[in-house]
């Protein structure tokens, strides 16, 4: 069982900086991807960044170069740092972590950006 735990978001003006952590416990053994999803209101949930068993990182066009994601193994911690932010990217932020044992989501974050 592997259980997630997401902080770091809320309000922010247009063109500021948020960085989500994502702090993991639990068996976690065999990582096959570590994830950030979104989901805003009346929306589908979107795939922000991956990062995959070989370290590669993949983002959304949509974030290309605005976001970051990384992990600190010594701390069992996701980040996401998001930098020129828009009102575009309101929504709720979660955390998805894929083992051999299964897939694993974090409760999620509220990042609202004003105009």
């Known amino acids: 069982q592997v259980q997630l735990v997401e902080s770091g978001g809320g309000l922010v003006q247009a063109g500021g900086s948020l960085r989500l952590s994502c702090v993991a416990s639990g068996r976690i053994f065999s990582i096959n991807s570590l994830d950030w999803y979104r989901q805003a209101p009346g929306k589908q949930r979107e795939l922000v960044a991956t990062?995959?068993?070989?370290?590669?990182?993949i983002y959304a066009d949509s974030v290309k170069g605005r976001f970051t994601a990384s992990r600190d193994n010594t701390k069992n911690t996701l980040y996401l740092q998001m930098n020129s932010l828009k009102p575009e990217d309101t929504a709720v932020y979660s955390c998805?972590?894929?083992?051999?044992?299964?897939?694993?989501w974090g409760q999620g974050t509220q990042v609202t950006v004003s105009s």
């Open positions: 998805r972590v894929s083992v051999d044992s299964g897939i694993y």
């Open positions: 990062i995959t068993k070989g370290g590669n990182t």
